[in-house]
């Protein structure tokens, strides 16, 4: 596979050329999560290599457990999994609207619009979240939307715009995100690091961002304050984002591509209401296979 920064130019007509369009998702249909077929794994892994992400739908409901996504997670290389604050003692995440306890006021726990963002932006360089699962229990009977975009694309632009855009996000104290503060208990302390980086274990290219300003420290640069600027224009233009709703028995695998989540509207009984499962993993998709 060629490389982003060495072998730039085949590297970019790469992807540009194999980068999947709306009218192309198309779901991997996995019969049995436990074990996945030697096809199921080829399937899944050219879309990844692609486009860093693909959609999944089970062919049977009752391998929708976290006991079966656990399995099929190992099985795809997401081997360490990230046990953040609000995750299950399993290090699966129950995403669901929740009105008590730890998670309540973090937004992925609400019913409210997730704004673009790479999963644990927040964590030291060293806790990188490289991939992650999000796997539908139950869809909402409106609203709910994942927003995807390949962030190899951004950096493509940025790159082509002008180098430095992309030298100045590359910088350690690129952006700086603030101690997370609860009870007057820091829980975490400030991270700086930069939005573009060389993965050390894969030697691929990672992302860090997120789209809130509410305490988000951008380094005072023009080139930064540029990229910044593009970016935002490419998160909302049509041709680069993908937009998706995993309806019950379908999840998503990326290796921790920028996303986002349209507000969503519950049902009234708790068959109706939204639930999600999530892994984060410290792992690359198949990067031991």
């Known amino acids: 596979m060629y490389d982003f920064e ?128 999000l796997h539908c229990i139950q869809n909402a009977p409106s609203g709910g939307e994942n927003m995807l975009i390949n962030h190899e694309l951004i950096y493509i632009q940025l790159r082509d715009e002008n180098p430095q855009l992309i030298a100045a996000l590359m910088q350690p104290d690129a952006l700086t995100i603030p101690a997370n503060i609860e009870n007057g208990i820091e829980m975490r302390p400030a991270q700086s690091g930069p939005v573009f980086y060389r993965d050390s274990t894969s030697d691929t290219l990672q992302m860090r961002y997120t789209a809130r300003s509410r305490s988000i420290q951008w380094k005072q640069d023009k080139h930064i304050q540029r990229a910044v600027g593009v970016i935002e224009e490419l998160l909302e233009d ?10 019950r028995g379908e999840g998503l695998v990326c290796n921790n591509i920028l996303h986002g989540r349209s507000a969503f509207t519950n049902g009234n009984i708790p068959q109706q209401q939204r639930v999600m499962y999530r892994a984060r993993s410290y792992n690359r998709l198949f990067n031991d296979q």
């Not at 049509?238 to 309806?247: D, I, P, Q, R």
Request: aromatic share 10%; glycine share 2%.
């Open 6 to 133: 060495s072998d730039y130019s085949s590297w970019r007509d790469f992807k540009l050329a194999h980068r999947t369009q709306q009218s192309q998702i198309v779901p991997v249909s996995i019969a049995d999560p436990n074990v996945l077929s030697r096809q199921e794994l080829a399937q899944l892994k050219t879309q990844c290599e692609n486009d860093n992400f693909a959609i999944y739908r089970l062919e049977h409901l009752s391998h929708a457990n976290k006991t079966s996504i656990r399995a099929m997670a190992s099985q795809i290389g997401m081997h360490s999994l990230d046990q953040n604050l609000c995750a299950d003692n399993d290090s699966i995440s129950s995403l669901q609207v929740m009105d008590l306890g730890r998670a309540r006021g973090y937004i992925p726990y609400t019913a409210k619009a997730l704004n673009w963002h790479t999963d644990g932006y927040y964590n030291p360089i060293h806790q990188h979240i490289r991939s992650f699962m």
């Open 238 to 247: 049509s041709n680069y984002v993908l937009n998706y709703t995993l309806k």
